[in-house]
């Protein structure tokens, strides 16, 4: 069982930046893909990026270019660095953990097994 706790979330304005954080229970975080998902009102859960235990990166197409997903091992901890953000990005962000280690990338929210609670991101304009 994982447990994930996300944080950092809050309001920006546009073209600002925020970085959020997710963190892991367990002692075998290191054989998790970790995933970013994204949901506003009215809409489905968006993939947003993932990072498999390998390192590799893989990132949606509305975030390419602004966003950077990265992991710390040590700390059990998942990274979304947003940057040059719009009122589009809007959204609660959560964080998702399925173990694998076949070094393929999760795109699909049912492809996750264990979730967090969420943080919101607000956007202003």
């Known amino acids: 069982q994982v447990q994930l706790v996300e944080s950092g979330g809050g309001l920006v304005q546009a073209g600002g930046s925020l970085t959020l954080s997710c963190i892991a229970s367990?002692?075998?975080?290191?054989?998790?893909?970790m995933g970013w998902f994204r949901q506003a009102p009215g809409n489905e859960r968006e993939f947003v990026a993932t990072?498999?235990?390998?390192?590799?990166?893989t990132y949606g197409d509305p975030v390419k270019g602004r966003f950077t997903i990265s992991r710390d091992n040590a700390k059990n901890v998942v990274y979304l660095q947003m940057n040059s953000l719009k009122s589009e990005d809007t959204a609660v962000y959560y964080c998702?953990?399925?173990?694998?280690?076949?070094?393929?990338?999760?795109?699909?929210?049912?492809?996750?097994?264990?979730w967090g609670q969420g943080t919101q991101v607000t956007v202003s304009s």
């Open positions: 990072i498999n235990w390998l390192n590799g990166r």
């Open positions: 998702a953990a399925v173990r694998s280690l076949s070094g393929a990338y999760f795109t699909g929210s049912g492809d996750y097994d264990y």
């Open positions: 367990g002692r075998t975080f290191r054989s998790y893909v």
